[in-house]
């Protein structure tokens, strides 16, 4: 069964530096997400990305976050400079008729 | 927006009974509502859907249940199994926002031997 995947697995990284985190969406799926939950707190819609560009994000998706799919496979979310608040559980999602989305299991962001 | 909440963040239920989740969300634009099970260290795993033209649907053990006019849903997981042991989150959404998913809090299930 196809399923999206994602890594790292887990990153750590120091306040202001960049971290880029990878997604591989499921390989007919047109729409695509990403989600972001802290620990012990609810998932968090961050952006949603189709045809090449974003069509909707979120209030917390300010500059420092930037989306891109580089190529026809990967989805990936970078942000610029980290900070200690950006410590969460990443999920990437993605869906073919933008309703059912499938999710990955997630990168482990810890900025120290 | 959207604000979806679980009635109870936990619940402990006795291996072969039935469980029922419940949840409510804010938004009456909200159209699509999707249930998912998260077990300890991954992703949100798709359980069922619903649209808001149906009131019901089943599923391979799981029925979930759309009252519009209280804005409540509910997942009912029957023969709860001790694989059913995780966290439940619902989830809503509408077109015209490209179905962006608001989760509420999840129920945290235990299954009891």
């Known amino acids: 069964e196809p399923e999206v995947t994602q890594t790292p697995s887990h990153q750590v990284t120091q306040m202001g530096q960049e971290v880029i985190l990878r997604c591989v969406p499921i390989?007919?799926?047109?729409?695509f997400y990403w989600y972001r939950q802290i620990l012990g707190q609810k998932v968090e819609f961050l952006v949603s990305?189709?045809?090449?560009?974003?069509?909707?994000k979120s209030e917390i998706f300010d500059d420092q976050f930037s989306v891109e799919r580089p190529d026809g496979s990967n989805f990936t979310l970078k942000i610029r400079s980290t900070k200690l608040e950006d410590s969460a559980m990443y999920f990437c999602?993605?869906?073919?008729?933008?309703?059912?989305?499938?999710f990955g299991p997630g990168t482990r962001l810890l900025v120290l | 927006g959207e604000s979806v909440g679980l009635h109870l963040p936990t619940l402990s239920v006795q291996e072969g009974d039935n469980s029922i989740i419940n949840c409510a969300y804010s938004?009456?634009?909200?159209?699509?509502f999707i249930w998912y099970k998260q077990e300890s260290g991954k992703g949100p795993q798709f359980i069922i859907d619903?649209?808001?033209?149906?009131d019901k649907r089943q599923g391979q053990r799981v029925t979930v249940l759309l009252n519009k006019t209280v804005k409540h849903l509910s997942l009912q997981i029957a023969a709860t199994q001790p694989g059913d042991s995780a966290v439940y989150f619902c989830?809503?959404?509408?077109?015209?926002?490209?179905?962006?998913?608001?989760f509420g809090a999840g129920t945290t299930v235990t299954v009891r031997a």
């Open positions: 999602a993605s869906s073919a008729l933008q309703e059912t989305q499938y």
């Open positions: 390989s007919n799926h047109l729409y």
């Open positions: 990305f189709y045809n090449n560009e974003i069509s909707e």
């Open positions: 938004n009456s634009a909200s159209d699509y």
């Open positions: 619903i649209r808001s033209n149906m």
């Open positions: 989830a809503a959404g509408y077109r015209s926002n490209d179905y962006k998913l608001s």
